[in-house]
Structure formats: C-alpha cells, structure tokens
C-alpha cells in the first residue's frame, strides 16, 4: 500500500477513544492507541502517521500540539524486581502521569518516556528521547534530549 499526498487520510478522534476529546483532533491513516482510557486530549491536538501512544501511566496533551510520523509515547514501565522471571511475564507498573504542554511541535520518530513533563511551546527535534522534563518554550535535541535554546514567547 502507498501512502501519498492523494490518498493520505486524516481521521478525526472519537469521543470514546479517550478519556477526553477535544474538538478537531485527529491522526493520519494508523496509529497503535494503547489504554485511551488514561488519555485526555485538549483542542486540535494531531497525530502524524505510524505514532505509538500508550496512556496506561496517564497522558495529558494540549491545545494544538502535533506529533511527527514514528513518534512513541510511552507512559509505563515493566515490573522488573523479579530477576528469576523474564521482564516480560512481569507485568505493568504505573508511574507519575506524562504531561505535554500546549503548542508544541514533536518532531519524527522522537520517544517520549515515562513521567517526562513537556512544557508549553516545546520543540524536539526528530530522533530524540525525551527521558527528562522540559521547561516552556525549550527546543530540544538528541539521546537522551538536550535544551540548546529556548523560543521566543
């Protein structure tokens, strides 16, 4: 199947995809939305293609922030204390709620970890991993994600 600017398809949220929805958001052709019970979306907040969003920690996102194609959102971790039981057949624990802020830009393919707190007016540049939080207005880049400057505001 190909995906081009003809045939692309932007497909608005349902109510009950997540715990809230607001008005005009949407995500581009496929998406993996894992526990939208946990997700609370504010004002035309967009999803690029092939996103992974997982709201099983708790995920807050605001007004007008869009995420680039490949993005990972990723809101728990697995029980590990168990070192005779493969990490895997040990289940979920949650972990503090993630929230981004309003008016952000996340660029492709950026992975953003567990209880990580995106400011307002973030940009991340593509490929990096989010693993701390960022203060309003912070672009970021890199692995794990550094501050280089902040935007105009």
């Known amino acids: 199947m190909m995906i081009n600017e003809r045939s692309k398809r932007v497909i608005p949220f349902r109510p009950h995809d997540a715990k809230r929805v607001g008005e005009g958001c949407f995500y581009l052709d496929f998406i993996v939305w894992l526990n939208g019970d946990g997700i609370e979306l504010g004002e035309n907040i967009g999803f690029n293609y092939g996103c992974y969003v997982n709201g099983f920690g708790g995920l807050t996102v605001g007004d007008g922030t869009n995420f680039g194609p490949y993005t990972m959102v990723h809101t728990a971790n697995h029980n590990m204390e168990d070192a005779h039981r493969p990490v895997t057949e040990q289940g979920w624990r949650e972990g503090r709620p993630m929230e981004i802020g309003r008016n952000c830009w996340i660029g ?25 939080d960022l203060d309003d207005f912070t672009i970021a880049v890199g692995n794990p994600a550094t501050p280089l400057r902040e935007r105009p505001h």
Do not use: K, N, Q
């Open 108 to 132: 492709m393919g950026v992975s953003i970890l567990p209880g990580v707190r995106i400011g307002d007016g973030c940009v991340v540049g593509a490929g990096s991993v989010i693993a701390r």
